[in-house]
């Protein structure tokens, strides 16, 4: 459905693939790969619909996926790249259900890219740290054991070391 008038949907940024520095063959694994996988044709094929009768099928002309191994009542979802996301022109010859490309139709015209946090390894080494004061929080605030002000004041109390010493750390 369309955003709330004066709302946008978050679009997180894509996961991105890279190849060690310490890779002996860093232009086999982009050519074998990463560019094998958006090839617009069998290399991306496989990474989107996987093998040809494990994955799908093709009978009189028509490709379909096969049943979930770990679901059976839902089709095979799909191997590493969706389909109704590529960065190519894929012709899928498996056919996307209509509601999802509608709805990414939607997304895409109604959406905003939410930008990267700066790389920092004191965040990288915080966040699991500020993740567990929030669910505590969040969590005291949800049964009752604290009010709304108490839990951002606990939060805020909780994690000032944390959130000092990364702002230090981006601020230098």
């Known amino acids: 459905m369309p955003t709330i008038k004066e709302t946008k949907y978050i679009e997180r940024a894509p996961i991105a693939l890279g190849i060690t520095s310490?890779?002996?063959?860093?232009?086999?694994?982009f050519k074998y790969l990463i560019e094998y996988m958006h090839d617009g044709g069998e290399g991306e094929m496989i990474f989107t619909n996987g093998i040809k009768d494990i994955n799908y099928t093709v009978k009189d002309g028509v490709t379909a996926k096969v049943p979930?191994?770990?679901?059976?009542?839902?089709?095979?979802?799909?191997?590493?790249e969706a389909a109704e996301l590529s960065l190519t022109k894929f012709k899928n010859p498996v056919v996307v259900d209509e509601r999802i490309t509608n709805s990414l139709e939607i997304f895409t015209k109604d959406s905003v890219l939410e930008p990267l946090l700066?790389?920092?390894e004191v965040l990288s080494k915080a966040i699991?740290?500020?993740l567990a004061i929030k669910t505590e929080v969040i969590s005291?605030?949800?049964?009752?054991?604290?009010?709304?002000?108490?839990?951002?004041?606990?939060?805020?109390?909780?994690?000032?070391s944390l959130v000092d010493s990364i702002l230090a750390d981006l601020n230098k």
């Open 140 to 160: 005291n605030v949800l049964v009752g054991t604290l009010s709304v002000d108490d839990g951002l004041a606990k939060y805020n109390k909780d994690s000032k």
């Open 118 to 120: 700066p790389a920092s």
């Open 128 to 130: 699991p740290d500020l």
């Open 22 to 29: 310490k890779a002996k063959n860093p232009e086999g694994i």
């Open 68 to 80: 979930s191994k770990l679901d059976p009542k839902i089709q095979f979802p799909k191997i590493y």
